[in-house]
């Protein structure tokens, strides 16, 4: 499972409401108007920017603060395929995963804003296709990349019943 696009360089500690400032909770409701806000106070122009099969790279402590899974369907609208950060907070991660969009622990430290990457979640590492280098990541669990390729939990669910035999 390959994952190709440009690279958006982010910090550490970008919290939920710097992916989707809450002064936009109420249009929950709608997902693309909603995604038209995305990082508008970090940058104002990602929304209008971001094409179909970008990835986000950041520092550490990626998606601290709520829980508001809205931060990743927002991304996941926008097109953004994969989140490749050093850390991520752990509901932030789980609310990528369950909702289809790859989050990567990686070094992200060479990865530079517009560099091209490709990401092989099943064999754990990161192309640079720009610079020409590779970042080695541990891979996601076979179960967390069957997950995603059915594009999140529910259409697994749907499509396997639930994980490990568990039950509703």
Do not use: C, Q
Not at 97 to 117: H, M, Q, W
Request: positive net charge.
């Amino acid at each position: 499972m390959k994952i190709r696009g440009s690279a958006w360089k982010f910090g550490d500690n970008v919290s939920t409401d710097d992916i989707i400032p809450g002064r936009f909770f109420h249009l929950r409701g709608n997902i693309e108007e909603l995604a038209k806000h995305a990082f508008e106070d970090l940058r104002p122009d990602f929304a209008r920017k971001v094409r179909e099969g970008d990835i986000i790279v950041a520092g550490e402590n990626f998606g601290i603060g709520s829980s508001r899974e809205h931060a990743v369907l927002v991304l996941k609208a926008l097109g953004i395929r994969a989140i490749v950060a050093k850390s991520f907070a752990r509901i932030f991660f789980r609310n990528a995963i369950n909702l289809g969009v790859p989050a990567v622990i990686a070094d992200t430290t060479k990865i530079e804003e517009g560099d091209a990457l490709e990401i092989d979640l099943e064999k754990g590492h990161i192309t640079n296709l720009t610079k020409g280098f590779i970042v080695r990541f541990k891979p996601l669990p076979s179960l967390i990349l069957d997950i995603i390729k059915e594009g999140g939990l529910i259409n697994y669910i749907l499509k396997h019943g639930f994980p490990l035999g568990g039950r509703a």
